[in-house]
């Protein structure tokens, strides 16, 4: 099983008084969850915009539609501005075609820009096909002005981060359309949480610049659209560039229509566009926010939350940690809701396919009286048949352990992947003591000082509830071959701050229950919905087939391979 590299802790600002900003306690973040696409959308927009020294951004889904193309083209244009720009892209989803990417780097013009740097993931290898295929960098990180201390000195305490669930595409913030190859984009139902302060964003940034020297990267290289490469297949039309040639080039039929709709895109974002959202059309447009603006507008949403940036290791040539004193985000994870929880865990997750170390986690966790609830796709909202497929053959074992699953019905596919701990209005919890030394069959926990360090931080409080909101899906891939990152949290319990603390509770309760979802109960002909019946869509027969002809895998464990 895999194993990570460090924690974060960056702290954020606190509020106090009437939502005033004040300086960032030394041991929290602020953090702000972005429930609403509008909001999701604009908030990355602005920090962009708003960025003075530095960003950085590791995602696995970059689409070839309009929000790729205007992200990417404003990005580049705070280059322009001065602004250190590093992007590290999975090879395995990198959908933009090359020619776009050279628009982007414009390299017909042959102007590099020394602040715009693109690294990718894992390429593909002859030498190691199964692996450059298999192990995929599924980060999903935005980082703006953060600092790594070891290196830059220290932090002012206003750097800021997003991580969750959503890629670059359109489908994750309700801009439906059609992809460039002419696919219908899936519309996504997800959730992203924004830090700010001095524990979780630095920690972010350290991992970022140890994974930016790492043996798996590489910098994005043209096949056919090198400066060389364009030169060379030129062909001037009305004149354009003195030259001729027998046809058209890639000049013209693909790099100079790349160049336009990346220059419409950039003006989209920056001009300001309409995104029609449960009925209300909102304004999205770039720097229409600050960050303070964020933490201060916002306040009934912010919280002040001791928080860990939890991520896994960057690997050497031979695949082994470069760090030896880190754990895994997936042993991480299960230990922090081992220690966490005492009444009630509620999992979120897209794609339910449990392993061996879940299983031994949920005995545990039931054996002491702690309540499992866990939520994900429905057979009509899944959009991956492997996993609906091996979801299917483990959930009547689930729901005999007495884990209670509730299914999305839609229509939009659930993409959200957190975990919510003692979540209850009424809940105080005590905790003192902390036994860290606990671990599972199969998962080796040596926690590394800093993780100590935080356990410690929490014992020193009355807290109330936790969460985790990352990349991590509940299945074998997110356990042992992604590479994953996420944010732990807990809300510790002062005077001054319990009203605030009780309403973070309170909403994100409310939230699981606003979800448009399904019981599924145990009955005594268990059927392939577990009880559930769900409205069927006019395609649920294709998405049936789909699933089926997926269930001889299951069988041989090939799914495990192919979520």
């Not at 969850?33 to 509008?38: A, G, K, Q, S």
């Not at 659930?414 to 975990?419: C, D, P």
């Not at 902390?434 to 410690?456: M, T």
């Not at 936790?466 to 042992?480: E, I, L, M, P, V």
């Amino acid at each position: 099983m895999k194993t990570i590299l460090h924690l974060s802790v960056l702290g954020a600002a606190l509020l106090v008084g009437h939502g005033a900003l004040a300086r960032p306690a030394q041991n929290l973040d602020s953090v702000l969850n972005l429930e609403d696409d509008r909001a999701a959308l604009q908030v990355r927009l602005d920090l962009i915009s708003g960025a003075k020294k530095e960003i950085t951004a590791q995602y696995y889904e970059v689409a070839d539609d309009s929000l790729a193309l205007g992200g990417l083209a404003l990005l580049y244009k705070k280059a322009e501005q001065g602004v250190k720009v590093r992007i590290i892209l999975d090879n395995h989803e990198l959908n933009l075609p090359e020619a776009k990417f050279a628009a982007l780097l414009h390299t017909y013009e042959n102007k590099a820009n020394p602040n715009f740097s693109i690294k990718v993931f894992n390429k593909f290898s002859l030498l190691d096909p199964i692996d450059s295929f298999n192990r995929r960098m599924h980060d999903k990180v935005l980082t703006v002005d953060a600092v790594d201390s070891r290196s830059e000195g220290p932090d002012d305490g206003l750097g800021m981060m997003i991580t969750g669930g959503r890629n670059v595409t359109n489908g994750y913030f309700e801009r439906g359309g059609r992809l460039g190859n002419g696919k219908l984009e899936t519309q996504y139902h997800d959730l992203d949480v924004v830090v700010r302060g001095p524990v979780a964003p630095q920690q972010a940034k350290r991992y970022f610049n140890d994974l930016w020297n790492n043996d798996k990267l590489s910098p994005y290289r043209f096949r056919n659209f090198s400066y060389a490469e364009l030169r060379g297949h030129y062909c001037s039309s009305g004149g354009e560039g003195g030259g001729s040639c027998p046809g058209p080039g890639l000049y013209q039929t693909e790099y100079k229509p790349a160049a336009v709709k990346l220059a419409t895109a950039l003006a989209d974002v920056e001009k300001g566009f309409s995104l029609k959202i449960g009925g209300t059309t909102h304004l999205i447009k770039a720097g229409k926010m600050t960050a303070d603006d964020w933490f201060t507008a916002s306040v009934t949403k912010v919280e002040t939350l001791l928080t860990r940036f939890i991520f896994d290791p960057a690997l050497d040539s031979r695949g082994r940690s470069v760090d030896k004193t880190w754990i895994g985000t997936a042993s991480l994870l299960y230990e922090f809701i081992w220690q966490q929880a005492k009444v009630n865990v509620t999992i979120v997750t897209p794609y339910l396919v449990t392993t061996p170390e879940q299983m031994a986690l949920f005995k545990k966790l039931l054996g002491k009286g702690i309540k499992i609830t866990m939520i994900t796709n429905s057979d009509v909202t899944n959009d991956v048949a492997a996993a609906q497929a091996g979801f299917e053959r483990i959930a009547p074992g689930l729901i005999q352990m007495g884990i209670k699953i509730r299914l999305f019905k839609g229509p939009m596919t659930l993409h959200e992947k957190h975990v919510l701990i003692d979540m209850t209005s009424d809940l105080t919890t005590d905790l003192a003591s902390f036994d860290v030394a606990r671990g599972f069959p199969d998962i080796e926990i040596k926690p590394a000082a800093e993780v100590l360090g935080f356990y410690r931080s929490i014992a020193g409080h009355t807290t109330f509830g936790a969460a985790f909101a990352g990349s991590f899906n509940w299945d074998y891939r997110s356990q042992n071959l992604n590479r994953e990152v996420g944010l732990l949290m807990v809300n510790p319990l002062e005077a001054s701050l319990q009203p605030r603390m009780s309403a973070f509770a309170d909403r994100m309760v409310l939230r699981m229950n606003l979800l448009k979802l399904r019981s599924c109960e145990v009955n005594e002909n268990l059927q392939p919905q577990f009880g559930c019946v769900i409205p069927k869509p006019a395609n649920y027969s294709e998405l049936r087939r789909a699933i089926d002809a997926e269930k001889a895998n299951v069988q041989m464990g090939w799914y495990l391979r192919l979520l």
